[in-house]
């Protein structure tokens, strides 16, 4: 009897485990689950990402191209007589203006020779006055027969010798005053100095060694080299009228110096497809030197409603540039696209979206087609 009541309180309990099991797994953490489990949320778990409209405006078409800069003159300061360095007047490196006086070279020896030069013309100047005045009384004898033909015309003869060694006189002092001028090295146009080359008391020679050199910074020159393929759109652009140029130097990203294209050569260069282009760009903040590699930008036309996105935007797969939007119940959409001009921060898409949408700027590593996330409007 005993062992009869064991039974029944054993199955009883048994029944109770199974029960509560049955419940368990209907409205609560299963058998096996973690303690206080509960089932994922789809909501929490949508990727917030930044996300931004689609901009229309008119932006400038731009090619753009590696550039070096040139100086539209750069010479030798060179002398055209020869002499010791007196004096220098301007410091290296310094910027001058035309006419602006450099260096003197000794004068005393070119001074002396115009004296000699000034002199020499004065006697001339006295012998053929006595020679006209010697022609005008022997013209009065010679018509009245007092004086022998053959006289009067060594006497008009000498007139002529006369004049003929004045104008040499005079030659020669316009020489002296040339070479005395020559002693004085001006600056020949607006520009900067060099490095010295003649200390003071240095000996030099007509056409010799250079004393300094002498650069024009503004304008300058900026020299590219445009592909044949982009050389239709520069001619279409240039007919039509100025072809604006913008110079960035390295680290900038807008542009601080302007001008106009303002050369095309004749050829095109077998070897590399490209033609040989130049811009004349102001630069009267003087920053761009000679030399300098730079980029230019040229405004060949522009394109009105374009879409801009920002360039944050953009991701690249092997089947190009894509972008990702937002799209029904917040999955994302990629989409294939096309580009055209940058304008500061925005780049333009001329095929892959519509104007209406949203594209998302950020995250882009985080996502991928189809995945839901949470936009979060810039």
Do not use: C
Not at 146 to 165: H, I, Y
Request: proline share 5%; charged share 20%; no cysteine.
């Amino acid at each position: 009897m005993r062992n009869w009541k064991i039974a029944i309180a054993t199955a009883a309990a048994v029944a109770t485990v199974a029960a509560t099991i049955i419940v368990l797994s209907k409205d609560g953490p299963r058998v096996g689950d973690p303690a206080g489990a509960a089932t994922p949320n789809p909501a929490m778990m949508a990727m917030p990402v930044p996300v931004a409209k689609i901009v229309r405006k008119t932006v400038p078409i731009y090619l753009d191209y590696s550039a070096r800069t040139e100086s539209i003159r750069s010479i030798a300061l060179q002398s055209k007589v020869s002499g010791y360095i007196k004096q220098q007047y301007v410091a290296d490196g310094a910027d001058v203006e035309q006419g602006d006086l450099l260096y003197t070279i000794d004068p005393r020896d070119y001074q002396a020779s115009l004296d000699n030069a000034r002199a020499q013309l004065q006697r001339d100047e006295a012998a053929l006055s006595y020679a006209r005045g010697n022609l005008d009384r022997g013209s009065s004898l010679a018509k009245s027969g007092f004086l022998a033909k053959d006289t009067f015309d060594q006497r008009n003869s000498a007139v002529g010798q006369g004049e003929a060694t004045l104008a040499m006189s005079q030659a020669a002092v316009r020489t002296a005053e040339l070479n005395l001028g020559y002693t004085h090295i001006r600056a020949p146009f607006a520009g900067r100095l060099g490095r010295n080359q003649a200390p003071v008391g240095t000996l030099i020679t007509a056409g010799g060694a250079p004393l300094n050199t002498l650069v024009q910074l503004n304008p300058v020159y900026v020299t590219f080299n445009p592909s044949e393929a982009d050389l239709a759109q520069i001619q279409k652009a240039r007919a039509a009228g100025k072809v604006e140029a913008e110079v960035l130097l390295p680290g900038e990203t807008k542009a601080s110096h302007f001008g106009e294209l303002s050369f095309l050569d004749n050829t095109v260069d077998r070897s590399t497809g490209t033609i040989l282009a130049r811009a004349t760009i102001d630069n009267s903040d003087l920053r761009l030197l000679p030399g300098q590699y730079v980029r230019i930008r040229l405004t060949i036309g522009i394109e009105p409603d374009a879409l801009m996105v920002p360039q944050a935007a953009l991701g690249s797969s092997q089947l190009g540039k894509y972008v990702y939007v937002v799209g029904k119940d917040n999955k994302v959409d990629q989409r294939l696209v096309s580009l055209g001009a940058t304008d500061g921060a925005l780049v333009m898409v001329r095929s892959g979206i519509s104007g209406d949408e949203k594209v998302i700027s950020g995250n882009l590593q985080k996502i991928g087609p189809g995945a839901v996330v949470q936009p979060l409007e810039q």
